[in-house]
């Protein structure tokens, strides 16, 4: 991955640093719990920090920064807000890739002998995450999200039938990568696991159709390894800056902060054709 010009790295940098400062003073905060004085002292600085990270995350937002979050980190009051705001807006207008990981799968088990066209001998969507796919797909059409057909989906059955029950299409994708993806999970040399690994950047880098986004169905990762773990119905929201140029990673979303980057948003003004 590259990284943008010096001035845009600054403003991420220092969203990054005073959110790990204000991770900081929260642990002290509740080590000092027996001592008022040190506990307002810290609480307060936390605060500070919060608020200052706030600001520049919602700078590195607006300027297309390299910023990486998890929104969990952005729950605090009007700085929620704003950071919601800035991040909505920002999506609404397109341009972004949003790699998302199948809805819950406790059905049966991917079996050796396991076949794409034979759903009996894999792991499968549960009831919720049925229901998971389903408040996915709402999420886009209730925050006026745009998206790209087709849907792009894992040859697993779990992955393409989130992808059909949350778009409610059958303009659906199947990508090979999504299997290359669920493989990085297993023992594979480390040529195997950059080829795969590098494919996947490219199709990170690729632009989405001006004014709207691509969504993909996929697979969690390894602690360490591509995007990272992402839990049932979870997404990375991804910049992708062109072919050989990189991405930016903005933000990671559960399900539920998805559902929540409307709550404090304002309905538009007018009805879309």
């Known amino acids: 991955m590259t990284y943008p010009t010096k001035p845009i790295i600054h403003s991420a940098q220092l969203a990054s640093h005073h959110f790990q400062q204000a991770d900081l003073f929260g642990h002290l905060k509740l080590a000092a719990a027996s001592h008022p004085a040190l506990f307002h002292h810290y609480a307060s600085q936390?605060?500070?920090?919060?608020?200052?990270?706030?600001?520049?995350?919602?700078?590195?937002?607006?300027?297309?920064?390299?910023y990486q979050t998890d929104f969990s980190m952005q729950n605090d009051g009007r700085h929620a807000r704003s950071f919601q705001r800035a991040l909505l807006n920002s999506l609404r207008e397109g341009g972004y890739i949003f790699y998302s990981r199948h809805g819950e799968a406790t059905e049966g088990t991917d079996q050796a002998n396991l076949s794409f066209q034979d759903c009996t001998t894999q792991r499968n969507l549960s009831a919720l995450g049925r229901m998971q796919a389903v408040l996915y797909g709402?999420?886009?059409?209730?925050?006026?999200i745009p998206v790209a057909a087709p849907i792009q989906a894992s040859p697993f059955c779990r992955a393409i039938e989130t992808a059909a029950l949350a778009f409610k299409t059958g303009n659906i994708k199947v990508d090979p990568l999504g299997y290359d993806i669920y493989r990085?999970?297993?023992?594979?040399?480390?040529?195997?696991?950059?080829?795969?690994?590098?494919?996947?950047?490219?199709?990170?880098?690729?632009?989405?159709?001006?004014?709207?986004?691509?969504?993909?169905?996929f697979h969690s990762f390894p602690a360490g390894v591509g995007l990272g773990p992402i839990s049932d119905m979870g997404t990375v929201v991804v910049r992708p800056r062109g072919r050989g140029k990189g991405f930016d990673v903005v933000a990671r979303l559960s399900l539920e902060e998805l559902n929540s980057l409307g709550d404090t948003i304002r309905p538009l003004c007018c009805s879309q054709n």
């Open 46 to 66: 936390q605060s500070l920090n919060k608020a200052i990270a706030h600001r520049y995350a919602i700078v590195s937002l607006e300027t297309g920064a390299a």
């Open 138 to 144: 709402d999420a886009f059409q209730k925050l006026r």
């Open 184 to 217: 990085l999970s297993g023992n594979l040399d480390q040529m195997e696991q950059a080829r795969i690994l590098n494919n996947l950047n490219e199709e990170l880098e690729e632009q989405p159709p001006k004014g709207s986004n691509k969504v993909m169905i």
